[in-house]
């Protein structure tokens, strides 16, 4: 039977809107067989003319609410919130996809909109309270404060510090030994060039693995066991406690965003059963490090799939929107961001870019430093940071739709352990301490 176009009226011609909206004049096309019982496909395009095209089980259309635009205070941009509990509840009653309804349908379009616009990603989980978060950032301030001679007795550099604590001076930032980066940064205006950079990360970081492991996998050093510091008697159970949850939320807005792109639901969240799923919380020292302008981690992207945080106790967090522009993010309290990485990348053909970024001490660094010295509190800034990863013997490569654009070339298949293994080269976690490759 030849397919109709049923064409669905935009926002602004079934209502008059007060205030401005980015996106609200989406226009769809919905095509379906009149009593057909097929999946089928809806072509959304905003103004920008980004377009998404959205896979679903369709039988009738009716109104979808405009998506929340980016909003921007000052020199700080405010992602909109992507509350959770709708699509929790939808999924706990198992029901079909059929059964998506338009509201739910408009928030996987934010989250794939949101992530594909600005690599970056606020979500609340009712699953992660802001006590949880506090909790954990609580037992990692405790132990970064112990001394270094403590700490490097769980450094496995054999093991690429894919487990235990990476010290500072490691990490080496991505531009810094990135050519292509270095040309991209060139073309930027100068205020939205990165901070300046002399060497490696003065960061340090702990890497904790989270969820099961498969028995059988090429990629056994991104499969180790993890390490557990003498002393903390409550490290197992809170670090697997604040990873099952953060792990959770990533699967959520993995399935949504799925949605969202016109792929199945569990297009993205099967690849991820059994990956190298990694807790890696960064700990800066800021008695040490405090000063303005100083760079805890240089201008890079994330080489997994999702990178997820709870809000940090000390702000400076920059991000690079698609076009270029250099945003200071704020994260609200109860709230997690999420950024997106290589893998995404990878998967969707560059729809959705691997989100640049570093953390720089900044003016409201400052003044939290002041508040916490005020307060007899750490000097140490926690990132409650978690990789989502892909399985590392699963092949990347773009999905879907994605494998029909013309950018799909430059995504090869390869085993996500074998990207990582490059990546890992290049960042200095394979090769000598403070020595780019």
Excluded at 333 to 346: D, N, R, S, T, Y
């Amino acid at each position: 039977m030849q397919k109709k176009v049923f064409p669905v009226k935009t926002t602004r011609e079934r209502q008059k809107r007060t205030k401005p909206n980015t996106l609200s004049d989406l226009s769809f096309a919905c095509h379906f067989s009149p009593g057909g019982d097929a999946w089928n496909s809806a072509s959304i395009y905003s103004p920008a003319g980004t377009f998404f095209q959205l896979t679903l089980h369709i039988f009738q259309i009716s109104f979808i609410p405009p998506i929340q635009p980016l909003l921007f205070s000052g020199d700080a941009m405010e992602l909109p919130v992507i509350d959770l509990r709708s699509y929790l509840e939808f999924s706990a009653r198992s029901h079909p996809l059929t059964d998506l309804d338009p509201q739910l349908v408009s928030l996987c379009l934010e989250v794939s909109r949101t992530l594909a616009d600005t690599g970056a990603l606020l979500v609340k989980d009712p699953r992660c309270s802001a006590e949880d978060n506090d909790r954990f950032i609580d037992m990692m301030e405790k132990y970064f404060e112990q001394p270094e001679e403590f700490k490097r007795l769980q450094e496995r550099p054999h093991l690429h510090y894919q487990v235990g604590v990476t010290p500072e001076g490691i990490e080496v930032p991505r531009s810094l030994v990135d050519q292509d980066i270095q040309e991209k940064l060139k073309s930027l205006p100068k205020e939205y060039q990165p901070a300046p950079l002399s060497g490696p990360d003065p960061k340090w970081r702990y890497m904790w693995r989270v969820g099961p492991r498969p028995e059988i996998t090429q990629f056994k050093e991104l499969n180790s066991e993890p390490v557990i510091p003498e002393g903390f008697p409550e490290w197992k159970d809170t670090m697997d406690s604040w990873g099952y949850k953060m792990i959770s939320a990533i699967e959520t807005v993995a399935e949504m965003a799925g949605i969202g792109f016109g792929l199945p639901k569990d297009a993205f969240t099967s690849l991820m059963k059994q990956g190298p799923h990694l807790l890696a919380p960064t700990g800066s020292d800021l008695k040490r490090y405090g000063q303005e302008g100083t760079v805890f981690a240089g201008y890079h992207y994330d080489l997994n799939f999702l990178t997820i945080h709870g809000r940090s106790r000390f702000p400076g967090l920059n991000i690079w929107l698609r076009n270029g522009q250099k945003m200071e993010v704020k994260v609200p309290v109860g709230c997690l961001l999420i950024q997106a990485g290589k893998q995404i990348e990878w998967l969707t053909a560059g729809q959705c870019m691997a989100g640049m970024h570093e953390v720089v001490v900044t003016s409201r660094t400052t003044d939290a430093i002041k508040r916490a010295l005020q307060q007899n509190c750490s000097l140490w800034r926690v990132s409650s940071t978690l990789f989502a990863h892909i399985a590392s013997d699963a092949v990347l490569k773009p999905l879907g739709h994605f494998a029909d654009t013309p950018l799909a070339g430059k995504y090869p298949p390869m085993r996500a352990g074998e990207f990582v293994e490059q990546e890992l080269s290049v960042i200095n976690l394979k090769g000598k301490k403070g020595e780019p490759l």
